[in-house]
């Protein structure tokens, strides 16, 4: 079960808003907790949204009652302070205010920019530097690239001579740069955003990605041209020698002779059968078939042929760095709409460096919101200390890593300097210069930190159906431990009770149509093991809990023990076993061989056991019904009827 939902048992899935009062009376109070009226009203509201015949508000307050009584119990027995409770409500709690902690018009934006860039493919060159592991390299690498663009600018050096000298991009520098047409949210998002917001016959300025350094030179820019689906069959050239490629010249002419015959409405199939038998690619498993695919994801020479060519209509035979092709264009697509797009840009947007967007938006609102500042004459004693000191260091620690002097101002909450000083590193000394700006780093990121903090703490009262939710998720955790404990495992475990709880309702139980079979299959790979299985049997005593454990110990894997009691119809097995039935045919799996044990025919149940489904759900209610009883006497409720009335005749 869910622990999540387990208040659900109320209340139901459909969520409701309630709106938020300035005037929320306590409804009830139950243990001495009081239990606001809009708690009552969502619920209430949110149960009778999926009823398709509501319930009154007195039908309700009843089953409300109880609900709030069994999460007293939880609270007295101090579920809610145990650290398994803490962690799995704080997860779900953080679940739920995510989506608060965002701005979502910045996701928009994105969103849109993302839409609006798919419309045009871009040309573009780049220049690059990879990025090292070492720091000072990669600062060096940025100034010389940023020298290498104003000698461009310059009119010094041309792009092109620039690539293929100093790019570090190998695929293409003895192309002057090239890449060609690009097409939105294939690309760092750095490099895409240089490269559709420079002009074209521009240099952007240096752009760093995850590989490395660049600058881009916009060529040219066209309309999107969307994506095709065609088939090819190839013949290699790459690594053959010169009469093998010209071997495979005179084939792939051969195999496009043949294509060029076939009719309009034969040439689809009759591609598709040529590409599976006589390909040298990968995907003539599918009939050539290489699926969608746009600007920019095949070699230059393939997509300007596969893109030149009509829906329906086969290439001459074409050549690229691989080998010869003759291309079959299937079908084509244009730019979908931004709804049909929306969930791939989104999913783009999510694994790049603006999935952290809208966080960061939402942060620095928040500082604005609840006036988050620096208290400046502590953070003047801490960085005079530094100073002093001649760095951030062990000392400093000392005066301030305990110190519950406020350093940030939140809301109306301060933010003592030790917290603070948890983000400053702790094993390297640093000057006095470096200190302060790593100091001055970490409170710009506790700033953030803080107000998110904040702004958690107090969410549910900025956003009551948002409190409501969180709400409910806690009780419904304690819903479940503790019914748990008193009703479902209880009955699991109790086996004495639920016995004892059978022998007092036999006769609610001795209603059945026909007799059964009661006793045990035991299955085994081979006959071998079956008659040792049968000898270890007859020479041991066992009572009923013994034999599975007996057996497993002495065959371990090779045996498989099943209790069962069933009545003829019920199991074909059982029926030729014990109601002289036919021998089923064998089933496809290693048990192939089986025989009866301990068994025989009962015509009424002898024990819980025997009605274990049904026994075990009819002593649950009893023992629900038990402890509802109990907690209605251990802890007093008192109902405000006045306020209840307010509600009912609206």
């Known amino acids: 079960m869910n622990k999540r939902f387990v208040s659900l048992a109320l209340v139901a899935t459909t969520l409701f808003c309630a709106s938020a009062k300035n005037n929320d009376p306590v409804l009830m109070t139950v243990n001495g907790k009081d239990v606001k009226l809009s708690e009552f009203e969502y619920l209430y509201n949110k149960n009778n949204s999926q009823q398709s015949q509501k319930q009154s508000i007195d039908e309700y307050i009843d089953m409300f009652t109880t609900y709030k009584l069994k999460v007293a119990d939880a609270e007295a027995a101090g579920i809610d302070t145990t650290i398994a409770f803490r962690n799995e409500f704080n997860q779900h709690r953080n679940e739920l205010v995510a989506p608060y902690l965002k701005d ?239 969930q791939e840009i989104t999913s783009v947007i999510n694994n790049d460096d603006r999935a952290l967007m809208p966080e960061k938006a939402k942060k620095e609102a928040l500082k604005k919101e609840h006036n988050v500042s620096i208290i400046k004459k502590n953070y003047d004693k801490v960085v005079k200390a530094i100073n002093e000191n001649d760095g951030y260091d062990s000392v400093v620690i000392a005066k301030f890593g305990n110190s519950d002097m406020p350093l940030i101002k939140v809301g109306d909450e301060t933010i003592p300097v030790k917290d603070v000083l948890k983000g400053m590193p702790k094993s390297v000394k640093m000057a006095p210069v470096h200190s302060i700006a790593q100091f001055n780093s970490t409170i710009d990121i506790a700033l953030g930190y803080y107000a998110v903090e904040y702004e958690k703490k107090h969410i549910d009262k900025k956003h009551p159906e948002l409190g409501h939710l969180i709400n409910e998720y806690r009780d419904g955790i304690l819903l479940f431990e503790i019914s748990n404990r008193n009703v479902w495992e209880k009955a699991a475990k109790d086996k004495v009770g639920l016995e004892q709880y059978f022998n007092e309702n036999r006769a609610k139980y001795d209603n059945w149509k026909s007799p059964k079979y009661k006793g045990f299959v035991i299955f085994t790979q081979n006959d071998s093991v079956m008659n040792l299985a049968q000898e270890f049997l007859n020479k041991n005593v066992l009572d009923v809990d013994s034999v599975a454990p007996a057996l497993r110990k002495e065959f371990a894997r090779n045996i498989r023990v099943e209790r069962v009691i069933a009545a003829k119809g019920d199991n074909a097995i059982v029926d030729y076993i014990a109601f002289n039935g036919e021998k089923p045919a064998p089933e496809k799996n290693k048990w192939q061989y089986y025989f009866g044990y301990m068994g025989r025919i009962i015509t009424s149940p002898e024990e819980a056991a025997d009605v274990r489904g049904i026994v075990t759900s009819d002593y649950q209610a009893k023992l629900e019904a038990d402890w509802v009883k109990e907690i209605k006497q251990k802890y007093p409720v008192k109902i405000k009827q006045k306020v209840l009335n307010s509600i009912k005749n609206k």
């Open 104 to 342: 979502n018009s910045v996701m928009e934006r994105l969103i849109n920019e993302a839409y609006s860039r798919m419309q045009e493919d871009v040309d573009v060159s780049h220049i690059m530097f990879h990025l090292t592991n070492d720091p000072a390299y990669n600062k060096q690498s940025k100034a010389r690239l940023d020298s290498i663009r104003n000698e461009i600018l310059n009119g010094n050096a041309t792009f092109e001579e620039m690539a293929e000298k100093h790019s570090t991009d190998k695929s293409t520098a003895n192309r002057g740069g090239r890449m060609g047409f690009i097409v939105a949210n294939k690309w760092p998002y750095p490099f895409e955003k240089a490269a559709f917001e420079t002009k074209t016959g521009q240099v952007s300025n240096v752009v760093e990605t995850f590989a490395g350094f660049h600058i881009i030179k916009v060529n040219d820019r066209r309309p999107a041209r969307g994506q095709i689906n065609a088939k090819h069959i190839l013949k290699l050239t790459h690594g053959k020698s010169p009469e093998d490629a010209q071997k495979a010249k005179t084939q792939i002419d051969s195999l496009y002779n043949v294509l060029k015959s076939a009719s309009a409405t034969e040439l689809n199939a009759q591609f598709s059968n040529v590409a599976s038998s006589e390909s040298d690619c990968g995907s003539k498993q599918r009939g050539g078939d290489l699926g969608w695919f746009g600007v920019g994801q095949m070699v230059p020479d393939f997509e300007t042929a596969a893109f030149a060519l009509n829906d329906g209509q086969m290439s001459e035979p074409i050549q690229t760095q691989f080998g010869w092709h003759i291309i079959y264009r299937v079908a084509s697509k244009g730019i979908g709409t931004l709804e049909d797009c929306k």
